[in-house]
C-alpha cells in the first residue's frame, strides 16, 4: 500500500518547544473554560468576550508550540495510499482520481467519460468513521461515561479522529493522511480578517462558533487529564489547542448522517473519498444503501474524460458555507439573510399571537409577519369558519388577511432591511473596491464577498418591500375584494412556493420586551409561546433545525459545549458535505 505512516513532532520556529509544567497549562486552561462558561455578554460586547477569549488562546498556543503530532510530507504523498485503500476495501475506484483544481483545492477528476445519474461511486460501511466505530475504540470507556460525548455525536468524532491519527496501527490512518493539515473556516482567520465580518449578519455565528470550540477544548483537555476513563488515550500526553482546532474542522466540514447498521436510526460519519468532491449548484444525488450497506453517490451531470466532478452540498447560504466549509460560492442560488423577529410579551394579544403561529408552525416569513392583525383577525384564524385549514394561508401570499396587514407587512420588511443596511461599517461600492486589490488575503477576501453578498440580499429585500407595499396599497385604495379561501384550495397552499423566493429567512420567533431592539439570532421555532432549541442539522430544504437538546446533562458541563458544525443526511438522498483547500 506504499509507503508506510510517518510521524513527526512538529517543531516551534525555534526548533524546540517551551517546557510548561502540568500546572500551569491547567491553570490556563481552567481560566479558559471559565471564561467560555460565562453568561453571554450584553449586545455590544461580543466582540471585546472574542479578542479576551482569543488571547486566552494564543496564550496557551504559545505554550504548546511544538507539542501537536503531524505526518511527514504533504497531503497529496498520500492521495495514492487513499486509492489503493479504498479499492482494498471495495469501494469503487475506477472511473476517477484524485487531482488539483487550483483555486478549488483537490477534488475527483474524470478518468473516462461518466453519464449523468450512473451510479459512479460507492462507499462500504467499513471504511466510514462513525459515532458508532468510536463506541467500539479506544474511545469507548470515555464515552460510556461522559454525557456530552453520548449527545453530541460530532464532538465524539472529532476526538476519535485524533485518537486514529495517534494510532499507528489506525485502520483509518490512509484516510487521515490524506486529510488537509489545515482549513479556512473562520476558526483559522487572524483577528484582523474576522474582524472585517463585523456589522454582519453572519458575525454572531462566527464569534459564537470561536468560542464554543475553545470551550469543549478546554472541557475535554481537563476531562482527558482527569478522568480515569481516559488514562489510556493517546491523547493525554499531547492534546493541543491546535489538534483539536483541526479535529473540529475536518469534522465540520465533512460530518454526514447514515442510518446505524439496523436502519432504526441515524449516526454521524466521516466518508473518506467521497468528501474529496466539490460543491456546484445541482440536486442531491447521494443516498445510502441499507441492502448493500454502503453510501452510494451517482452523477450530478454528464462528465468528459479529465473533468472534475461535483456534487451539491445542499442548499446552504453563503453564510452556512463560509462558517461550516471554509468557503464562498459565488453562483449560490440558495444564498440568504437570517433575522430574528420577536413578539411583544407585553402586547395585550401575545397569547393570540402566539397561539396562532404555533399552530401555523411558522411555515414562513411572511406568516410570522401577517400576524400582526388586530383582535378580530386572530379570532377568525383560532375560532372562525374553516380555522384548521385557514390557519396555513399565513404562509401564502395568495391569501391576505387584509389590504391594511399585507401592507404592514411589507413594510415592516422594507424598512427592516434598510435599517440593517446602515449598521455596515462600508458600502457595497466599497466592498468591490476592496476586492479589487491583489494583495489581498484569501481570508479577507471570502470575508468582504461574504459582507458584500449579505447588502446585496438585504438590498432586493427592501426593494422587493417596497414594490410589495405599493402594490396592496394600490389594492386598498381600490377597494379590491379579499380572494377567498376555500377548502379546495389546500393542494395549492401545499405546493407554493409564493414566499419561498424572499431571501431573508426566518431563523427564531421569540419573546421580546417592548422597544427592545430585533437582533439576529440562530434558529428555533415557537411554541405556545415558548422557546424551543434543538443543535444544527441541514435538512433537504435548507432549512437548519437544532440537533439534540442537552436538558438532562448537568449546568456545568451543559455549559461547557456546544455543537461544532452542522451535519446532514445521506439517507433517502439527503445530504451535504466539504470543502478542503
Known amino acids: 500500500m506504499g509507503k508506510k505512516s510517518r510521524v513527526k513532532t512538529q517543531k516551534s520556529g525555534s526548533g524546540a518547544s517551551a517546557v510548561v509544567s502540568p500546572k500551569e497549562m491547567m491553570n490556563l486552561i481552567s481560566e479558559l473554560l471559565q471564561k467560555c462558561s460565562s453568561a453571554a455578554p450584553s449586545a455590544g460586547k461580543e466582540w471585546e468576550e472574542y479578542t479576551q477569549i482569543r488571547g486566552l488562546v494564543e496564550k496557551i498556543r504559545k505554550k504548546q508550540k511544538g507539542m501537536s503530532i503531524v505526518f511527514e510530507g504533504s497531503r497529496e504523498d498520500y492521495f495514492s495510499d487513499l486509492m489503493a485503500w479504498a479499492q482494498e476495501n471495495g469501494a469503487s475506484c475506477d472511473g476517477f482520481t484524485v487531482a488539483d483544481f487550483g483555486a478549488e483545492g483537490y477534488g475527483l477528476q474524470a478518468t473516462r467519460d ?33 454525557r456530552i460525548l453520548q449527545a453530541m455525536g460530532n464532538v465524539t468524532l472529532a476526538l476519535h479522529l485524533l485518537c486514529e491519527r495517534a494510532n499507528p496501527a489506525s485502520s483509518w490512518l490512509p484516510y487521515i493522511r490524506s486529510l488537509p493539515q489545515d482549513y479556512d473556516t473562520p476558526l483559522y482567520y487572524q483577528q484582523e480578517e474576522v474582524q472585517l465580518l ?43 489547542f491546535d489538534d483539536y482546532r483541526w479535529a473540529v474542522s475536518s469534522v465540520m466540514t465533512r460530518q454526514n448522517q447514515i442510518p446505524t447498521e439496523d436502519g432504526s436510526r441515524v449516526t454521524l460519519a466521516l466518508i473518506p473519498l467521497w ?136 413594510t415592516f420588511l422594507e424598512t427592516r432591511a434598510a435599517l440593517l443596511l446602515k449598521t455596515y461599517k462600508t458600502t457595497s461600492e466599497e466592498d468591490r473596491s476592496m476586492l479589487e486589490k491583489p494583495d489581498l488575503s484569501l481570508h479577507s477576501r471570502v470575508a468582504i464577498q461574504l459582507r458584500l453578498a449579505e ?63 430585533i437582533q439576529v439570532e440562530e434558529d428555533g421555532h415557537l411554541l405556545n409561546g415558548e422557546k424551543a432549541m434543538y443543535g444544527m442539522n441541514m435538512e433537504a430544504n435548507g432549512d437548519p433545525v437544532q440537533q439534540e437538546t442537552q436538558e438532562k446533562v448537568s449546568k456545568d458541563v451543559n455549559s461547557a459545549l456546544d455543537s461544532v458544525g452542522s451535519s446532514n443526511a445521506t439517507q433517502k438522498g439527503q445530504r451535504e458535505k466539504k470543502i478542503a483547500k
Not at 461518466?114 to 464515552?143: D, H
Not at 449578519?201 to 464569534?207: C, G, M, Y
Not at 427564531?508 to 422597544?515: A, T
Open 198 to 240: 463585523l456589522g454582519t449578519q453572519a458575525v454572531q455565528d462566527v464569534l459564537s462558533q470561536y468560542k464554543n470550540t475553545a470551550r469543549q477544548y478546554a472541557y475535554f483537555y481537563k476531562l482527558v487529564q482527569t478522568h480515569p476513563a481516559a488514562s489510556k488515550l493517546p491523547l493525554k500526553d499531547s492534546f493541543t
Open 455 to 517: 447588502k446585496q440580499i438585504l438590498e432586493k429585500a427592501s426593494a422587493s418591500g417596497r414594490s410589495k407595499r405599493m402594490h396592496f396599497e394600490k389594492k386598498l385604495e381600490e377597494e379590491a375584494p379579499l380572494p377567498r379561501y376555500e377548502e379546495s384550495d389546500i393542494a395549492l397552499l401545499e405546493n407554493t412556493d409564493a414566499d419561498a423566493k424572499l431571501p431573508i429567512i426566518l431563523r427564531k420567533l421569540e419573546e421580546v420586551e417592548e422597544g427592545q431592539e
Open 275 to 410: 468528501d474529496m468532491c466539490n460543491h456546484t449548484n445541482g440536486l442531491i444525488t447521494t443516498g445510502y444503501n441499507l441492502e448493500d450497506d454502503r453510501c452510494e453517490c451517482v452523477a450530478l451531470q454528464d462528465y468528459k474524460e479529465n473533468e472534475q466532478i461535483y456534487i451539491f452540498y445542499g442548499t446552504r447560504s453563503n453564510a452556512e458555507f463560509v462558517i461550516h466549509n471554509g468557503f464562498f460560492f459565488q453562483d449560490n442560488a440558495h444564498d440568504r439573510v437570517k433575522i430574528k423577529l420577536g413578539v411583544s410579551k407585553s402586547e395585550r394579544l401575545y397569547a393570540m399571537k402566539a397561539e396562532v403561529l404555533a399552530r401555523a408552525g411558522i411555515p414562513a416569513l411572511a406568516a410570522v409577519l401577517r400576524s400582526v392583525f388586530n383582535v378580530e383577525e386572530l379570532k377568525d384564524y383560532l375560532l372562525g369558519d374553516g380555522a384548521i385549514n385557514k390557519i396555513f394561508t399565513l404562509g401564502n401570499s395568495e391569501f391576505p388577511v387584509s389590504w391594511e396587514n399585507e401592507i404592514k407587512l411589507w
Open 114 to 146: 461518466i453519464k449523468a445519474e450512473e451510479l459512479f461511486l460507492w462507499i462500504p460501511r467499513k471504511m466510514l468513521m462513525t459515532v458508532e466505530s468510536a463506541q467500539n475504540s479506544i474511545l469507548g470507556p470515555l464515552y460510556s461515561q461522559d
